[in-house]
């Protein structure tokens, strides 16, 4: 079994909730040892900081996954997306997916669900018809 693995292990099952900071001290010990990291690393701290309630951080680590050149799916934009919800970011919510279509990520009903949630505080009553299941194919 690799390090990264081994790390993405003990990121993705061993540390939520209050750990979200030993969580982000772990992943970048493996960014400085590992020349480049999988989308599947970023995957795991981005739930981290997830279930942490941490939508600043997540944020901030979707951004450096792109930056980095690897492509989100769609588990790193609903992890983004439930920080976000979490932290009542509505705008921000419907930024990240449009920025998921834009990367061709295919939502799921997590995804759409968090967005069409966002709309509706809004009022943004337009862009709900734009989000709508049917306009988008959808992975169960």
Do not use: M
């Not at 989100?72 to 983004?80: I, Q, T």
């Not at 509706?120 to 709508?132: A, C, G, S």
């Amino acid at each position: 079994v690799s390090t990264q693995s081994t790390w993405e292990h003990h990121l993705a099952s061993s540390f939520k909730g209050s750990q979200h900071e030993l969580a982000l001290e772990i992943f970048a010990a493996l960014k400085a040892s590992v020349p480049a990291l999988s989308t599947t690393s970023y995957r795991a701290i981005l739930n981290v900081c997830s279930r942490s309630q941490k939508w600043q951080v997540c944020l901030e680590l979707f951004n450096e996954l792109q930056t980095v050149g690897l492509v989100p799916d769609v588990e790193c934009c609903n992890a983004v997306l439930l920080a976000l919800e979490q932290g009542e970011q509505w705008s921000l919510i419907v930024e990240i997916f449009d920025a998921t279509k834009a990367l061709s990520v295919v939502p799921n009903i997590l995804t759409l669900r968090v967005t069409i949630s966002a709309c509706e505080r809004l009022r943004w009553w337009q862009k709900l018809v734009e989000v709508d299941a049917e306009t988008y194919p959808v992975r169960e």
